[in-house]
């Protein structure tokens, strides 16, 4: 249930509650005091007054038949007094002596009335809570009964206020009581389950404020809380991957600082060296001085040949090299290029095999950037070929998104732990990098980013036999826009 529908129920049950309760326990109360002992409050205040004023009718009924001897007349009367007072237990009867003429009373109040018939003159017997008169009218005799007569004095009825007063007390306190408890348990209803949720929370940023990112608040509630706590597992997870891209990217940059030194010291150390020699005579004669010069040279190209391919990486990069994008067939794109390269790897010691699987799929490339990816693959694995003569094969397929074209040597391969690192700036298999001959650890890099920017990927996997695959990406084009976002112009 969602904390906004418990608040709901909760503020209408601290109206209803309350008010159901104290209703019954009033009436209970009222009950057992009044209903149990059979009193009424206005009875007690004013039972003397309606028995005196009873008995005055009485005698005023008396009179009035020894003027006019009526007995129909009088009989009349008595159902009026009777029907009036009959909620009061009054009631009047006429008797002949012991015999009854006209009677509104009880029988259980028999013995009473034949107690006042058996005196001669006007008589009032009262017992327990029953009150006879009697009254003579001529030959006929006028009885009055009061069934629930009470006879109260001042006092009496200071004592019935007074308990009333504290029963009035009473019965506030209690109300209070339970407007209290309910509150308390509506409280409960409500803020427990807050305060249990917001204590999940808390202590899932204490975790995350602590360094452990990896903490997730486990949550199976479904109200507003569940959103929150989604969210929060949302931000600790985005924030770990930001922490660890931080720190890949703190250890990318020391690597690419302690590559980009190693591989610009190494050729810098050999000119310093050669140009040393010539200097020193070393080199006297002019046979000598002619090689030192051509590998200076050499030296020198290497040099710029990794400064550009760092500038090419980082261009690449932070997007800023722009990309002429056509729409190709791919099959017939790859065929072409690598026909017209093949002859010149074969004289390297690479044997190319081309074998197309695909159908006319197209997709959207830089022609350019395309040959270049395609070639420092293939110079990765001159580099590191092994055999004689060396083979790659270059296989095209596709399924229903994309394309997929893959190298695969019969090279040495690279251990498992390598795959994932093969395209990372200056990574080399060899840690010492002591062979520069063997590449700077650019070209596969620079593969990477221009997959990326193309909107495909990139993949690494020994073959089984023995030897690397790279396995390329392009997602297939139907003749829109798709890839715009990930190229310049």
């Known amino acids: 249930m969602s904390i906004k529908r418990r608040l709901f129920f909760s503020n209408i049950l601290m109206l209803i509650i309350p008010v159901i309760l104290g209703f019954l326990v009033v009436g209970g109360i009222a009950l057992i005091f009044l209903g149990v002992t059979g009193y009424s409050f206005n009875r007690i205040l004013y039972d003397d007054e309606y028995f005196k004023h009873a008995v005055e009718q009485t005698s005023d009924f008396s009179d009035e038949w020894l003027l006019n001897n009526d007995l129909e007349s009088l009989k009349a009367e008595l159902t009026k007094f009777n029907a009036q007072y009959k909620d009061f237990g009054l009631s009047l009867s006429i008797y002949q002596d012991q015999e009854e003429i006209y009677s509104a009373t009880a029988s259980k109040n028999k013995p009473f009335i034949d107690i006042v018939l058996s005196q001669d003159e006007r008589h009032l017997f009262v017992m327990d809570d029953t009150a006879v008169y009697r009254e003579n009218a001529g030959q006929y005799s006028i009885v009055l009964v009061d069934s629930n007569y009470l006879r109260y004095s001042g006092d009496n009825y200071e004592n019935y206020r007074s308990s009333l007063i504290s029963l009035g007390i009473f019965m506030f306190l209690l109300f209070i009581v339970i407007i209290l408890l309910t509150n308390r348990f509506l409280t409960q209803f409500v803020f427990n389950k807050i305060t249990e949720s917001l204590d999940k929370l808390v202590y899932g940023v204490h975790q995350v404020r602590d360094g452990q990112l990896d903490y997730r608040i486990e949550y199976s509630g479904e109200d507003e809380f569940s959103g929150i706590c989604s969210d929060f597992n949302e931000m600790a997870q985005r924030l770990l991957e930001f922490v660890n891209g931080k720190q890949k990217d703190e250890a990318n940059r020391k690597e690419l600082i302690a590559g980009i030194s190693h591989d610009l010291r190494t050729p810098l150390t050999s000119i310093k060296a050669y140009v040393e020699g010539i200097e020193k005579g070393i080199a006297s004669t002019p046979v000598i001085q002619k090689h030192y010069l051509n590998i200076i040279k050499e030296k020198t190209n290497d040099l710029e040949y990794i400064v550009n391919q760092l500038f090419l990486f ?160 392009f997602p297939l084009d139907a003749g829109g826009d798709s890839i715009e976002e990930n190229s310049n112009y």
């Open 314 to 473: 980082s261009k690449i990069d932070i997007g800023e090299f722009p990309f002429n994008l056509e729409r190709v067939e791919i099959s017939a794109e790859l065929k072409g290029f690598i026909g017209s390269i093949s002859g010149e790897y074969q004289k390297k010691g690479l044997v190319i095999d081309f074998n197309n699987q695909s159908e006319q799929e197209y997709v959207k490339i830089d022609r350019i950037q395309l040959q270049n990816a395609i070639i420092n693959i293939l110079e990765n694995s001159v580099k590191y070929k092994n055999k004689e003569p060396a083979t790659i094969d270059i296989t095209i397929w596709d399924d229903e998104e994309d394309v997929f074209v893959s190298f695969s040597d019969n090279g040495p391969g690279v251990p498992c732990e390598a795959l994932e690192h093969l395209f990372d700036i200056f990574y080399r298999v060899d840690p010492s990098r002591s062979n520069l001959s063997k590449g700077s650890g650019l070209g596969l890099a620079i593969t990477a980013k221009i997959l990326e920017r193309l909107g495909g990927s990139i993949r690494a996997e020994n073959v089984i036999n023995g030897g690397l695959s790279i396995v390329l990406r």
